[in-house]
């Protein structure tokens, strides 16, 4: 298997085209077979395992990428640094849950639809470090003043990235799904109950 590191940008293209090929069956069948990624990537299935060391590594590659791109759309986009704690989050959660609706896989990991362990176990690691991110947000709201003290951060952060999780998890799997802002207003209220945050914060 090739480094990534060291890839040309030949490879890092064939490769790229591999995880697009990869992410399009997951998100179509929740699981994938070798020889049908490397067909829809125009590559030999020899070709793949110069870039992945078996399926599990090219399933969790896919998934991690998913995830990359989350980041990079929702928690790492720029904020209005005036804005309140609670003003701050409702723009990332609006970010968050168009996201999920846009994005390919989004259906899929958020439905539990992911038919691959391999996947399942990189989601699950994903998804704890949200949680831990979550709560650290939520400490830096209670430093400020902005969030009640007494809150435990770690079990809000769990319970409001769970709750987000099994929201869009039922939102997604309806055909039609509800309308995105429905989803937002439904996650901003539950958000405010568990932080005990008011209107002003």
């Known amino acids: 298997m090739t480094d990534r590191s060291s890839l040309t940008a030949k490879g890092a293209a064939t490769r790229a085209r ?32 110069r870039y992945f ?15 990359d791109a989350y980041s990079v759309a929702v928690f790492d986009a720029p904020l209005e640094p005036e804005a309140t704690w609670m003003q701050r989050e409702a ?28 996947a399942t176990r990189a989601d699950a690691t994903r998804q704890r470090e949200q949680a831990l991110a979550a709560a650290r947000n939520i400490c830096h709201g209670q430093r400020t003043g902005q969030l009640d003290p ?19 998890s039922d939102a997604l799997a309806r055909d039609p799904p509800p309308s995105p802002q429905l989803v937002i207003d439904a996650a901003i209220r539950l958000g405010r109950a568990v932080l005990a945050a008011g209107d002003g914060e």
């Open 150 to 168: 007494s809150v435990d951060a770690g079990l809000a952060g769990a319970a409001i990235i769970g709750a987000l999780r099994a929201m869009l």
């Open 91 to 118: 723009l990332r959660l609006q970010r968050e849950v168009h996201f999920l609706y846009a994005h390919p896989l989004g259906r899929t990991v958020t439905a539990g639809l992911l038919h691959e362990a391999a």
């Open 18 to 49: 591999l995880l697009a090929a990869a992410s399009a069956e997951l998100g179509a069948r929740g699981r994938l077979e070798i020889a049908t990624v490397a067909a829809r990537a125009g590559v030999a299935q020899s070709v793949l395992y």
């Open 53 to 67: 060391a078996n399926k599990d590594g090219l399933v969790e590659a896919v998934v991690h990428d998913f995830y």
